[in-house]
């Protein structure tokens, strides 16, 4: 059973940063690529960061690139987003997510299987003021 737990999510005024944390557990990490989307009321869930298998190849979106990093703890099982310089439109429910790596290219571009074979946390708001 796959299980995912965001937390780290807050309010924080623009240009702040923080911190969200996902704690997996359940399945062969290694085998798996994961990301972090975010969704706003009555908009879509949308990528915003991939980080592959190997623990090393990442990918962002272009909105945020040069403000957040994704990373993987492999000793805790954990994946991260770092979000720094943070800005008025990143507000937004931020999910993690798991998917086998052999069911896609891991990429901001192509995460459209993890909306049906994928695993979510529950996810966790960010709000940022200004």
């Known amino acids: 059973q796959v299980k995912l737990l965001e937390s780290g999510g807050g309010s924080v005024q623009a240009g702040g940063s923080l911190r969200l944390s996902c704690a997996a557990s359940?399945?062969?990490?290694?085998?798996?690529?994961m990301g972090w989307f975010r969704q706003v009321p009555g908009k879509q869930r949308e990528p915003v960061a991939t980080?592959?298998?190997?623990?090393?190849?990442?990918d962002v979106v272009d909105s945020v690139k040069g403000r957040f990093t994704i990373s993987k703890d492999s000793a805790k099982s954990t994946l991260y987003l770092q979000m720094d310089s943070l800005k008025p439109e990143d507000s937004a429910v931020y999910y993690c997510?798991?998917?086998?790596?052999?069911?896609?290219?891991?990429?901001?571009?192509?995460?459209?299987?993890?909306?049906?074979?994928?695993?979510w946390g529950q996810g966790t708001q960010v709000t940022v003021s200004t």
């Open positions: 980080i592959d298998s190997d623990d090393r190849t990442t």
């Open positions: 359940g399945f062969t990490y290694s085998n798996y690529c």
């Open positions: 997510g798991a998917i086998w790596a052999s069911l896609l290219h891991c990429s901001v571009l192509t995460t459209g299987p993890f909306e049906k074979m994928g695993d």
